[in-house]
């Protein structure tokens, strides 16, 4: 093969790479980040929240998550489900938000700063806070995704949850690597919990 | 012409089968919001995808060597690993001793490169380089190697002048159950065993222990390198979590070696015949370390590291035991938001005792050297996933070399989401070794027509000499189309000043019985100098069994004498390294149990010869190709059989050629064959 058509070829597979190839990485990234969004439909069908979060029976599971945050495609898209009888609402933060309404917060470092600190204060109770930030429930978050020979997996504290009147079933947490210990306010968890065996 | 647009055509659509072909099944059409939690658990997600990599973000030329690159590879020591790094030089000199370096100044005693092993330094005082032949762990147990090229002095101190690799074993979590592994050939033999357990649930161990052989090669010149050796080791590690935020480290470890030497030797009285003598080398060496990591809030931990490290090494011509004592505390935190920041600070306490020969000793033969430092980095994103900048600093003092500052600036800008571009300025210093402050050594006798008499000549070490400079520039691009295919590129410019030298004192020449002349030669820093070079690294996976990899290097070293200086090594430095060198691996993975992988590399010529001085008898080294090749056989799921062979193409050849202080036996590396069974328990 001459030098120019050795270039030529190169050029070639260059261009047809250049096509192809980034549209595929876009379809890799979100396919993670719609199984992420999965889990945390599955975290809140789970999860139990205390009875004030919620005034009637038909009244939204507000999922919150950061509006610059690249989960938030696939988090708008549970939008409508239900969560027992609650249909899911996405609900977009930015600097000033306030997080009040919300029952599950995803977590991660395109939320403002000034919500992070907030969380890191442990100011914000009666949310279920879920990331996939290293270390995220070791270091005072409810539920940290993490990876484990390319399937993902996940912790659960369920020290830091229970403070919040937040309480997860049995089988949440049969499935989960369970950290911190239980506090004073678990005994009604764990009354739940058996409550769920005999339902489930 | 008609033909070569056909070419064209063909060519383009050959590639793009191959895309389509690396294309996986469509995942638009799945819901996972149907899946329960535990089918959740069993998708498989490539971790490649978790854009952007902590690599892919770093603002400096990085590359990882991962575990499955260690299974790939056919390796069965570290430097055979580090082969496949660009800008990093590895050439062996003979069966346990190498040469390694980034980015220039190979030799022997290279002494600009920093070694960690699960944080613990390796690199010896006494010269400021690295015993390769002690640096040695089971394999299995890595579970990456990051070597990082260019000046790491901000975070890792004086020394990482121009690289820092950073060895770092698995979690006792992840090694539990038994190992064992036994290899056999025409070269050398070994093997080794580990078993991991857990006490309680939140505590996991590890042991092991290892055993080496390796007969003598020949030398280059003919006849026995006499370079045989039997290294023995045995250690453990625990990793325990007794409380969530709080993660406790220890790990420990023995080494024995018995390796063989060829010195050449003076004998102590005029007219100073010399004489090779054939020694056996015992080493002994052991460590302690202890890390405890602390979390205190979302992205706050607090580390404190300390460990305990004693080398023996009673070579024919110098004996040096030395204990070392390090202590490091760190901080990082999340101060503002879009600031990450790491501060700490450290100190270390090394103390040698030497007995030396005629031929080599250090005055005085005892020392104690010690350092403290402090250092603060800041990582401030001010566009989140758009533009990170790094700014940070060390201020190091040693008692013998006073008083350092290594900062360094990088930026990290990602046009879009699956490219990084980088570029850094950094300052880095090497601290005066113990050898070139304290060293008396009677190197040579030179007789007519190179010196007026028979000249006895002595390399002494020098007190007043100060820590060599680095200023680097560099710049880089990355670019991870897709998880499957990636390109790294990185190039430096270096400025180096006060660089070592060794220089003939001839105002000080004084006359020794029988009419000979002793004529000092010693240690200043005489020299200042550039290099530039260029690294690629690509990775691409064209179908989901094939798996192709590769690195080029191009670099160059240019060092210039200050007026005066008559130092003869600076040239050996200067062409030390190959001005190209060019890795390329294709792995394939032919069954659900077979794989078969080979490894090509080229190193280019080192014009060493070129030093031309009867003080430096060395020649020029041949450029080289080697081939190496493996097929494994997973014959059960526990059980693995492998077939490697090493060098293939020539029945031996010449890596590099020793210079300084100093000389190893250069031995023909010989090609070599082994099977390796490994086995799960």
Redesign the interface.
Same mark, same amino acid.
């Given at each position: 093969m001459k030098l120019r058509t050795v270039l030529r070829s190169a050029w070639a597979l260059a261009a047809v790479l250049a096509c192809a190839l980034p549209a595929q990485a876009q379809n890799a990234a979100g396919r993670e980040a719609a199984i992420k969004a999965a889990f945390l439909y599955n975290f809140a069908k789970f999860t139990e929240w205390a009875d004030h979060r919620f005034g009637g029976e038909s009244d939204p599971a507000v999922f919150c998550v950061g509006a610059d945050s690249p989960m938030r495609p696939a988090i708008s898209a549970l939008q409508g489900q239900l969560i027992r009888s609650h249909p899911i609402e996405v609900m977009a933060i930015v600097p000033g938000s306030r997080l009040s309404p919300c029952h599950v917060l995803f977590v991660d470092d395109t939320l403002p700063g000034a919500i992070r600190r907030r969380l890191e204060g442990h100011e914000v109770r009666g949310v279920l806070t879920v990331s996939d930030l290293p270390n995220f429930a070791r270091s005072g978050g409810d539920i940290g995704l993490y990876y484990e020979s390319n399937h993902l997996r996940f912790e659960i504290n369920i020290g830091t949850a229970g403070k919040g009147g937040i309480t997860f079933s049995s089988k949440l947490l049969q499935l989960a690597v369970v950290i911190g210990r239980l506090s004073s306010r678990q005994p009604a968890s764990l009354f739940a919990d058996i409550a769920d065996l005999f339902a489930g | 012409m008609a033909r070569?647009g056909w070419?064209?055509v063909g &060519?383009?659509a050959i &590639?793009?089968g191959l @895309? #389509?072909a690396a294309?996986?099944a469509?995942?638009?059409t799945?819901d996972?919001?149907k +899946?329960? #939690?535990?089918q #959740? +658990?069993? *998708?498989? @997600?490539?971790?490649a995808?978790?854009?952007p990599q902590p690599w892919f973000s770093t603002a400096a030329a990085v590359f990882v060597i991962t575990e499955e690159d260690i299974r790939r590879s056919g390796a069965t020591n570290i430097p055979e690993l580090l082969r496949m790094v660009p800008g990093l030089d590895v050439a062996q000199l003979n069966a346990h001793t190498w040469a390694i370096t980034a980015r220039g100044f190979n030799g022997v005693y290279a002494n600009k490169l920093l070694v960690l092993i699960d944080g613990r330094s390796v690199y010896t005082p006494l010269y400021s380089g690295v015993q390769w032949d002690l640096q040695d762990l089971m394999l299995e147990d890595i579970d990456r190697i990051e070597v990082i090229r260019g000046p790491g002095g901000t975070l890792w101190g004086a020394n990482a002048f121009n690289g820092v690799i950073n060895i770092i074993t698995k979690s006792a979590k992840d090694t539990q159950g038994g190992l064992a592994t036994a290899r056999g050939g025409n070269e050398d033999a070994g093997g080794a065993a580990r078993y991991g357990g857990m006490i309680g649930s939140d505590t996991a161990y590890r042991g092991f222990g290892k055993i080496d052989y390796h007969a003598a090669d020949t030398a280059a010149g003919g006849g026995t390198a006499f370079d045989q050796y039997v290294y023995g080791r045995a250690g453990f590690r625990v990793d325990s979590t007794p409380t969530?935020?709080l993660g406790l480290m220890f790990e420990g470890g023995a080494t024995h070696d018995v390796e063989g030497d060829i010195f050449q030797r003076l004998t102590p009285t005029p007219p100073f015949p010399s004489f090779i003598e054939q020694a056996e080398t015992p080493v002994t060496a052991a460590y302690l370390l202890g890390r405890a990591n602390k979390? *205190? &809030? &979302?992205?706050?931990?607090w580390q404190l590291q300390s460990y305990f490290d004693w080398t023996d090494r009673a070579q024919a011509i110098l004996t040096e035991r030395r204990f070392t004592w390090d202590a490091e505390l760190q901080h990082r935190s999340?101060p503002?938001?879009?600031h990450q920041l790491i501060w700490g600070g450290g100190t270390r306490v090394t103390s040698d005792w030497t007995q030396g020969t005629f031929d080599v000793s250090l005055m005085p033969s005892e020392d104690t050297e010690y350092l403290v430092n402090l250092f603060a980095q800041d990582e401030w994103?001010p566009l /989140?996933?758009v533009l990170t900048l790094t700014f940070g600093s060390k201020f190091e003092y040693v008692n013998w070399s006073g008083f350092d500052v290594q900062p360094n600036i990088r930026a990290m800008w990602h046009p879009t #989401?699956?490219q990084a571009v980088w570029a850094a300025v950094s300052r880095a210093v090497r601290t005066p070794s113990r050898a070139e402050r304290d060293l008396d050594f009677n190197y040579q006798v030179l007789n007519p027509p190179f010196a007026p008499a028979p000249t006895l000549i002595t390399v002494f070490g020098n007190p007043q000499m100060v820590s060599e400079k680095v200023i680097a520039y560099e710049l880089g691009y990355r670019w991870? /189309?897709?998880?499957k295919?990636s390109v790294d590129l990185a190039s430096f410019y270096n400025h180096y000043t006060d660089l070592a030298t060794v220089d003939e004192v001839p105002q000080a020449v004084t006359f020794l019985p029988g009419g000979f002349l002793n004529l000092p030669v010693q240690f200043h820093n005489e020299a200042h100098g550039h290099a530039y070079g260029a690294e690629f690294a690509g990775n691409w996976q064209p179908a989901p069994w094939v798996n192709l990899k590769s690195g080029y290097t191009y670099q160059l070293t240019k060092l210039t004498l200050e007026p005066g200086a008559t130092d003869s090594t600076e040239i050996a430095y200067q062409n030390s390294i190959p001005k190209t060198k060019i890795y390329a691996r294709a792995s394939f993975n032919l069954s659900r149990t077979v794989a078969l992988d080979f490894n090509a590399r080229y190193v280019g010529r080192l014009p060493l010869g070129e030093a031309n001085n009867p003080l430096l008898p060395i020649t020029d080294v041949s450029s080289y190709w080697a081939f190496d090749a493996r097929l494994g056989w997973q014959a059960t799921p526990t059980l693995l059989l492998e077939l490697i062979g090493q060098n293939l193409n020539r029945a031996q050849h010449i890596e590099f050629q020793s210079f300084g202080p100093t000389r190893a036996a250069t031995a023909e590396i010989p090609r070599s064959v082994f099977l390796r069974l490994t086995a799960k328990f």
């Amino acid at each position: 093969m001459k030098l120019r058509t050795v270039l030529r070829s190169a050029w070639a597979l260059a261009a047809v790479l250049a096509c192809a190839l980034p549209a595929q990485a876009q379809n890799a990234a979100g396919r993670e980040a719609a199984i992420k969004a999965a889990f945390l439909y599955n975290f809140a069908k789970f999860t139990e929240w205390a009875d004030h979060r919620f005034g009637g029976e038909s009244d939204p599971a507000v999922f919150c998550v950061g509006a610059d945050s690249p989960m938030r495609p696939a988090i708008s898209a549970l939008q409508g489900q239900l969560i027992r009888s609650h249909p899911i609402e996405v609900m977009a933060i930015v600097p000033g938000s306030r997080l009040s309404p919300c029952h599950v917060l995803f977590v991660d470092d395109t939320l403002p700063g000034a919500i992070r600190r907030r969380l890191e204060g442990h100011e914000v109770r009666g949310v279920l806070t879920v990331s996939d930030l290293p270390n995220f429930a070791r270091s005072g978050g409810d539920i940290g995704l993490y990876y484990e020979s390319n399937h993902l997996r996940f912790e659960i504290n369920i020290g830091t949850a229970g403070k919040g009147g937040i309480t997860f079933s049995s089988k949440l947490l049969q499935l989960a690597v369970v950290i911190g210990r239980l506090s004073s306010r678990q005994p009604a968890s764990l009354f739940a919990d058996i409550a769920d065996l005999f339902a489930g | 012409m008609a033909r070569r647009g056909w070419r064209w055509v063909g &060519a383009a659509a050959i &590639a793009a089968g191959l @895309v #389509l072909a690396a294309r996986p099944a469509s995942a638009d059409t799945e819901d996972f919001t149907k +899946m329960s #939690l535990e089918q #959740l +658990m069993q *998708v498989k @997600v490539t971790t490649a995808t978790k854009a952007p990599q902590p690599w892919f973000s770093t603002a400096a030329a990085v590359f990882v060597i991962t575990e499955e690159d260690i299974r790939r590879s056919g390796a069965t020591n570290i430097p055979e690993l580090l082969r496949m790094v660009p800008g990093l030089d590895v050439a062996q000199l003979n069966a346990h001793t190498w040469a390694i370096t980034a980015r220039g100044f190979n030799g022997v005693y290279a002494n600009k490169l920093l070694v960690l092993i699960d944080g613990r330094s390796v690199y010896t005082p006494l010269y400021s380089g690295v015993q390769w032949d002690l640096q040695d762990l089971m394999l299995e147990d890595i579970d990456r190697i990051e070597v990082i090229r260019g000046p790491g002095g901000t975070l890792w101190g004086a020394n990482a002048f121009n690289g820092v690799i950073n060895i770092i074993t698995k979690s006792a979590k992840d090694t539990q159950g038994g190992l064992a592994t036994a290899r056999g050939g025409n070269e050398d033999a070994g093997g080794a065993a580990r078993y991991g357990g857990m006490i309680g649930s939140d505590t996991a161990y590890r042991g092991f222990g290892k055993i080496d052989y390796h007969a003598a090669d020949t030398a280059a010149g003919g006849g026995t390198a006499f370079d045989q050796y039997v290294y023995g080791r045995a250690g453990f590690r625990v990793d325990s979590t007794p409380t969530p935020d709080l993660g406790l480290m220890f790990e420990g470890g023995a080494t024995h070696d018995v390796e063989g030497d060829i010195f050449q030797r003076l004998t102590p009285t005029p007219p100073f015949p010399s004489f090779i003598e054939q020694a056996e080398t015992p080493v002994t060496a052991a460590y302690l370390l202890g890390r405890a990591n602390k979390a *205190v &809030a &979302a992205g706050e931990e607090w580390q404190l590291q300390s460990y305990f490290d004693w080398t023996d090494r009673a070579q024919a011509i110098l004996t040096e035991r030395r204990f070392t004592w390090d202590a490091e505390l760190q901080h990082r935190s999340t101060p503002w938001p879009d600031h990450q920041l790491i501060w700490g600070g450290g100190t270390r306490v090394t103390s040698d005792w030497t007995q030396g020969t005629f031929d080599v000793s250090l005055m005085p033969s005892e020392d104690t050297e010690y350092l403290v430092n402090l250092f603060a980095q800041d990582e401030w994103t001010p566009l /989140p996933k758009v533009l990170t900048l790094t700014f940070g600093s060390k201020f190091e003092y040693v008692n013998w070399s006073g008083f350092d500052v290594q900062p360094n600036i990088r930026a990290m800008w990602h046009p879009t #989401l699956d490219q990084a571009v980088w570029a850094a300025v950094s300052r880095a210093v090497r601290t005066p070794s113990r050898a070139e402050r304290d060293l008396d050594f009677n190197y040579q006798v030179l007789n007519p027509p190179f010196a007026p008499a028979p000249t006895l000549i002595t390399v002494f070490g020098n007190p007043q000499m100060v820590s060599e400079k680095v200023i680097a520039y560099e710049l880089g691009y990355r670019w991870q /189309p897709t998880p499957k295919a990636s390109v790294d590129l990185a190039s430096f410019y270096n400025h180096y000043t006060d660089l070592a030298t060794v220089d003939e004192v001839p105002q000080a020449v004084t006359f020794l019985p029988g009419g000979f002349l002793n004529l000092p030669v010693q240690f200043h820093n005489e020299a200042h100098g550039h290099a530039y070079g260029a690294e690629f690294a690509g990775n691409w996976q064209p179908a989901p069994w094939v798996n192709l990899k590769s690195g080029y290097t191009y670099q160059l070293t240019k060092l210039t004498l200050e007026p005066g200086a008559t130092d003869s090594t600076e040239i050996a430095y200067q062409n030390s390294i190959p001005k190209t060198k060019i890795y390329a691996r294709a792995s394939f993975n032919l069954s659900r149990t077979v794989a078969l992988d080979f490894n090509a590399r080229y190193v280019g010529r080192l014009p060493l010869g070129e030093a031309n001085n009867p003080l430096l008898p060395i020649t020029d080294v041949s450029s080289y190709w080697a081939f190496d090749a493996r097929l494994g056989w997973q014959a059960t799921p526990t059980l693995l059989l492998e077939l490697i062979g090493q060098n293939l193409n020539r029945a031996q050849h010449i890596e590099f050629q020793s210079f300084g202080p100093t000389r190893a036996a250069t031995a023909e590396i010989p090609r070599s064959v082994f099977l390796r069974l490994t086995a799960k328990f």
